[in-house]
């Protein structure tokens, strides 16, 4: 059973930076892709950073230029730099994962709680 574990939320001053993890475990499937997305209390999920095994990456306007996402492929592990953080950053963050399963397979984490407050 794949598993997702997320770690590196937390609460944070406006201006300041958190790193996120999130590594991969339970399957011998090839990663073809790992991503972050967040939702704030009454709002849709959405996107913030992914990124695939061969390293090309994509972003939403509102996080490029402050957010950088990596993956170490030898560890199945993403990161999430978080630079800049804004009050309107606050969310909890979910890490996915999408396995190369005859197709792809999307994996979801269980969240980790960022909040950014003075």
């Known amino acids: 059973q794949v598993q997702l574990v997320e770690s590196g939320g937390g609460l944070v001053q406006p201006g300041g930076s958190l790193r996120l993890s999130c590594a991969a475990s339970g399957s011998s499937a090839s990663i073809y892709a790992m991503g972050w997305n967040r939702q704030a209390p009454g709002k849709q999920r959405e996107l913030v950073a992914a990124?695939?095994?061969?390293?090309?990456?994509n972003y939403p306007d509102s996080v490029k230029g402050r957010f950088t996402i990596s993956m170490d492929n030898a560890k199945n592990t993403v990161y999430l730099q978080m630079n800049s953080l804004k009050p309107e950053d606050t969310a909890v963050y979910f890490c996915?994962?999408?396995?190369?399963?005859?197709?792809?397979?999307?994996?979801w984490g269980q969240g980790t709680q960022v909040t950014v407050s003075s």
């Open positions: 996915h994962a999408d396995l190369i399963e005859n197709g792809l397979s999307r994996y």
């Open positions: 990124i695939t095994s061969g390293g090309s990456t």
